[in-house]
């Protein structure tokens, strides 16, 4: 059933536009008609919806049928909206996550609605250029909500610390599996399953699966012991924070609203918080940051003392970064490689605060390949080590920007075949200089880097794999801009 505040707001964008086809104002549609202006105002804007009698006057003053009036079919200009409106996309899409009431919204589209019609329109044309998802949308949804808040949660924070008061865990100390396997079986009830999920080869992508009915948690036997302790403090975290809107396989397969996506990330954000504690990690890192040189080796010891997962390490640093230490300017990346395909992939992205140099794109462009994060990637595939650590401090072509940029490359846990590497940029500013010392270090190997092969004007890159045609593009049309411009100087 369609909510009755659309059907009110779809009938007042049709007597708005069947008056306006009129070239009636509100005054004159209230003198043919006899009812007050306001009142008219009201319908027009979704508050109001008139009884039969009063459609009828409204009919045979626009010269248009009863039915014609109350069918829920907008004329083609303004048709995108009637189907958003049906369609119940306003409901699923997070509003009030970012403080917008639906209402708002609503009054929007009843003022303006050829131009909002025109605007989400394009948003559609784009949408569909880029092959964008719902589920897309949704990550996208979630990834800005996290970077308003920094991505920083206080709130799960404090749960994660009274759950360790609660069950007498020690966060000074490295938690094990059996800590936490033991509190799924015995507080909450589980059982482990550890051989079904193997049995299935169409499930070799998963990691495990959970059965409500009968709490049941199946566990590939392939997970390595840092995925098993991150799938069991999610569990911790969905029953704790008491979060039944939930998704039930990791990695995830599909997802039926936003609060599955959001409760998801809650129940990371849990999980990692309790695996990587704030307060200890934060008095390691002040140590470490204290240091005037870089060295991979301490970097990595830091990482082992607290998890053998890079990915859970380098996102537990988006969090108490800009929270404890006021770097504010990170990003986040994730890539993926298959060596025999020869492409490389962005499948997850963060920056904090604003949208930082290496973005992902949707044309299908070529990251460049002076990045850290793609060096590593293409090493790993051919090196005998697990895990290969790299860093550079990255100079961008184009602006003043530039960032140390910390690289980790490891096989994927989740696709045979695959590589994968996480890396944490971080803003070289006299703030963070102040923050971390070895910034400074002279020995931190600098490289001029680009966006995209497509976009980039530097001339002698051996590692280029793409002609800049966007930048050749730019340069064709700056070249006939100025010829043009002649032109009209010469025959004003």
């Known amino acids: 059933m369609i909510e009755e505040e659309y059907i009110r707001l779809i009938f007042g964008l049709k007597l708005k536009q069947l008056r306006t086809d009129k070239n009636l104002s509100l005054f004159g549609l209230a003198k043919v008609t006899g009812l007050s202006k306001s009142y008219l105002n009201e319908i027009e804007k979704g508050k109001k919806y008139p009884k039969r009698d009063k459609i009828l006057v409204l009919s045979e003053a626009l010269d248009t049928t009863y039915d014609q009036m109350v069918s829920l079919k907008l004329d ?29 919204l609503i009054d929007i589209i009843a003022e303006a ?64 599996v ?15 399953n550890n051989e079904e999920l193997t049995q299935h080869t169409e499930l070799n992508s998963l990691r495990s699966v959970f059965v409500p009915t009968s709490k049941t948690l199946l566990v590939s036997s392939e ?105 504010k300017n990170l990003f986040f990346l994730r890539f993926s490689h298959k060596p025999e395909r020869n492409d490389i992939q962005l499948t997850k992205e963060l920056h904090i605060t604003n949208l930082l140099e290496p973005h992902a794109n949707e044309r299908n462009e070529h990251y460049c390949r002076r990045w850290v994060s793609i060096k590593t ?40 075949g695959y590589f994968r590497s996480i890396s944490l940029g971080i803003l070289i500013s006299s703030h963070s200089i102040n923050k971390i010392s070895f910034l400074q270090d002279a020995t931190i190997p600098i490289r001029q880097v680009g966006v995209t092969c497509e976009s980039c004007s530097v001339s002698d890159c051996l590692e280029r794999v793409a002609p800049p045609r966007n930048l050749e593009r ?11 411009t002649e032109i009209m100087e010469k025959f004003k």
């Open 474 to 484: 730019k340069q064709r049309f700056a070249k006939t801009d100025k010829v043009v």
């Open 223 to 327: 997970t390595d012991n840092s995925q098993r302790m991150f799938i069991y403090a999610k569990e911790i975290a969905y029953n704790f924070l008491e979060i039944s809107d939930r998704l039930y396989t990791f990695s995830w397969i599909k997802f039926e609203s936003f609060d599955q996506v959001l409760n998801n990330f809650m129940a990371s954000y849990f999980a990692g918080s309790l695996l990587i504690p704030r307060k200890i990690l934060v008095k390691e890192l002040k140590m470490f940051f204290e240091n005037k040189e870089f060295i991979a080796e301490d970097f990595q010891k830091l990482m082992d003392k607290f998890t053998d997962s890079p990915e859970t390490f380098y996102q537990r640093l988006t969090n108490v970064l800009p929270k404890d230490f006021n770097l």
């Open 113 to 176: 609605p050829i131009k909002v019609n025109a605007f989400i329109s394009t948003l559609f044309e784009i949408a569909k250029h880029y092959n964008l998802t719902r589920e897309s949308f949704f990550l996208a949804a979630l990834r800005s909500y996290q970077e308003a808040n920094n991505n920083y949660f206080e709130e799960i924070e404090v749960q994660v610390e009274k759950f360790a008061k609660a069950y007498s865990i020690d966060l000074n100390k490295r938690l094990l």
């Open 377 to 416: 990637l293409q090493k790993i595939a051919t090196s005998k080590d697990s895990h290969l650590l790299d860093y550079q401090i990255s100079s961008y072509q184009h602006t003043e920007n530039r960032y140390l940029v910390l690289s980790s490359a490891t096989k994927d846990p989740f696709r045979k």
């Open 178 to 192: 059996e800590d936490l396997e033991e509190i799924l079986v015995e507080e909450y009830g589980y059982t482990i």
């Open 76 to 104: 083609k200009n303004l048709a995108p909206i009637g189907e958003i409106l049906q369609s119940r996309i306003l409901k699923e899409i997070p509003l009030e996550v970012f403080g917008i009431k639906e209402s708002n």
